[in-house]
């Protein structure tokens, strides 16, 4: 029973070729399936990404269910992912061959209606983002990005955005000059 716990049924060196090829394939794959897919996760995205993980992972273990050899791929598959993080920080060229670079989807009120396709999002989840900014419609919008990320930013018009403390505050000593002016009441 120990010895079928923790000796690796596959030669260490095989079992890193196998992760490291099956991360890379799937680093690949899951870039070109674009940025939405890792952010935006609805509930098909999801059976998706933990079907994907139980497809892949003999390609990773071989024909091998020992502990030391789960450990080992995991071990593998943290190294490969702490050193490509740490060379997209160090390359920024790197950064965007991994990761990709921001999408316009809607510029000065209007939709980019071929990017949005493109990408595989919704309108409607455009308009929901520009509502949790504070704007109302898509005309308020200046511009909507999705980043590489995922994330789907928002910048309203000028005239168009909430107002922050600062606009608060200069209202506020707006209102004390007024105050100010004003006769004193009996």
Do not use: C
Not at 72 to 85: I, R, S
Not at 122 to 132: C, F, I, N, T
């Amino acid at each position: 029973m120990w010895q079928a716990m923790f000796v690796a049924g596959i030669p260490y060196v095989e079992k890193t070729i196998r992760t490291l090829l099956v991360y890379l394939a799937l680093l690949v794959l899951l870039r070109v399936i674009g940025k939405r897919g890792l952010a935006q996760l609805n509930t098909f995205d999801l059976v998706v990404m933990l079907l994907l993980s139980n497809v892949v992972q003999n390609a990773v273990i071989g024909n091998d269910n020992s502990v030391t050899g789960g450990v080992y791929g995991a071990l593998v598959l943290l190294a490969a992912d702490w050193l490509l993080v740490r060379q997209a920080v160090r390359w920024e060229w790197f950064n965007r061959l991994l990761n990709g670079t921001p999408t316009v989807l809607a510029r000065d009120g209007a939709y980019d209606r071929r990017e949005i396709a493109r990408q595989g999002i919704r309108v409607a989840d455009l308009d929901v983002a520009v509502r949790h900014q504070g704007g109302d419609a898509i005309e308020e919008a200046s511009l909507i990005v999705l980043e590489p990320s995922g994330t789907l930013l928002v910048r309203l018009k000028d005239g168009d955005q909430v107002a922050d403390k600062d606009d608060v505050a200069a209202l506020r000593a707006a209102l004390a000059a007024i105050e100010a002016r004003l006769p004193a009441g009996d």
